[in-house]
């Protein structure tokens, strides 16, 4: 009878003591199980940015978790002040001091994670956080930390062959969500408005894709595309889409380099 009683109070203990985590989404996700694997709890608070909201029960619910691991993305940062109003959760910057691009505004452009090579400065930080909450856990981290970097690397040295053998010259898009994707592998990126055009824009959107051989117009998954398309007949160019935020790290980025490489 004690002996049933020692162990269910063992389970308990080691029930309640158990790490978990938030992060907003799946691409946060992905970051934080490559490292970490199976040791510790991870709830992901959407799916994508569309249906990005949150009421105050589920605030209530995420703020239950130990500790909340964002990449410090706009909504991001209010929401962390509300995870902290509400719950004993710690919030961490998967970014926090990385290189950063600036944009018009002089704000950081947070979409690092598109870059291979700062992606490993992602993964360190991960990692050096990781090993602080879990200190009987570092053995496994750091083995999963450097299997990952050699993931990291060897998807870097792929595209950048492929990208360096390829035709490409530069695309067109409409955010500065691939700003850190296109310098790290030297392509042109060139940022329009999306808007649809007048005829004499559009003459001079025509004159500039020929000069440059720019055919590629790159756009998120489920936005609204008609401005893309009418670009896309004005250039008879092709449209791509990709999507930051999913889970699937490496696939996105494969699905952005098979849809520039070629025309």
Same mark, same amino acid.
């Given at each position: 009878?004690?002996?049933?009683?020692?162990?269910?109070?063992?389970?308990?203990?080691?029930?309640?003591?158990?790490?978990?985590?938030? +992060?907003?989404?799946?691409?946060?996700?992905?970051?934080?199980?490559?490292?970490? /694997?199976?040791?510790?709890?991870?709830?992901?608070?959407?799916?994508?940015?569309?249906?990005?909201?949150?009421?105050?029960?589920?605030?209530?619910? @995420?703020?239950?978790?130990?500790?909340?691991?964002? @990449?410090?993305?706009?909504?991001?940062?209010?929401?962390?002040?509300?995870?902290?109003?509400?719950?004993?959760?710690?919030?961490?910057?998967?970014?926090?001091?990385?290189?950063?691009?600036?944009?018009?505004?002089?704000?950081?452009?947070?979409?690092?994670?598109?870059?291979?090579?700062?992606? =490993? /400065?992602?993964?360190?930080? +991960? &990692?050096?956080?990781?090993? #602080?909450?879990?200190?009987?856990?570092?053995?496994?981290?750091?083995?999963?930390? #450097?299997?990952?970097?050699?993931?990291?690397?060897?998807?870097?040295?792929?595209?950048?062959? =492929?990208?360096?053998?390829?035709?490409?010259? /530069? @695309?067109?898009?409409?955010?500065?969500?691939?700003?850190?994707?296109?310098?790290?592998?030297?392509?042109?990126?060139?940022?329009?408005?999306? #808007?649809?055009?007048?005829?004499?824009?559009?003459?001079?959107?025509?004159? @500039?894709?020929?000069?440059?051989?720019?055919?590629?117009?790159?756009?998120?998954?489920?936005?609204?595309?008609?401005?893309?398309?009418?670009?896309?007949?004005?250039?008879?160019?092709? +449209?791509?889409?990709?999507?930051?935020?999913?889970? &699937?790290?490496? +696939?996105?980025?494969?699905r952005i380099l098979r849809g520039?490489?070629?025309?």
């Amino acid at each position: 009878m004690y002996k049933i009683f020692f162990i269910l109070l063992l389970f308990s203990t080691s029930l309640f003591s158990f790490t978990s985590v938030t +992060v907003t989404y799946p691409i946060e996700y992905f970051f934080l199980k490559k490292i970490v /694997g199976s040791e510790i709890y991870i709830t992901t608070i959407t799916e994508n940015k569309e249906t990005f909201a949150l009421d105050s029960k589920n605030i209530k619910k @995420f703020s239950n978790n130990n500790y909340y691991f964002n @990449f410090n993305l706009q909504e991001e940062e209010k929401l962390s002040t509300l995870l902290k109003k509400n719950g004993l959760i710690k919030s961490i910057n998967m970014i926090k001091g990385l290189p950063t691009l600036k944009l018009a505004n002089g704000k950081s452009n947070p979409y690092i994670w598109l870059d291979p090579i700062l992606a =490993r /400065g992602i993964a360190k930080n +991960v &990692y050096i956080n990781m090993i #602080k909450i879990i200190p009987s856990k570092q053995k496994i981290f750091e083995k999963n930390y #450097k299997e990952f970097l050699k993931e990291l690397d060897k998807v870097y040295l792929d595209i950048k062959k =492929r990208i360096d053998k390829s035709d490409l010259y /530069g @695309f067109f898009s409409f955010n500065n969500q691939l700003d850190y994707f296109a310098k790290r592998f030297r392509i042109n990126i060139y940022h329009k408005e999306e #808007k649809i055009l007048n005829i004499q824009q559009a003459k001079e959107l025509i004159a @500039f894709s020929k000069k440059e051989y720019i055919k590629h117009i790159l756009i998120p998954e489920n936005s609204d595309s008609k401005v893309a398309y009418a670009f896309k007949g004005y250039i008879d160019g092709k +449209v791509v889409e990709y999507d930051i935020y999913s889970q &699937y790290w490496k +696939v996105n980025l494969y699905r952005i380099l098979r849809g520039i490489e070629n025309f």
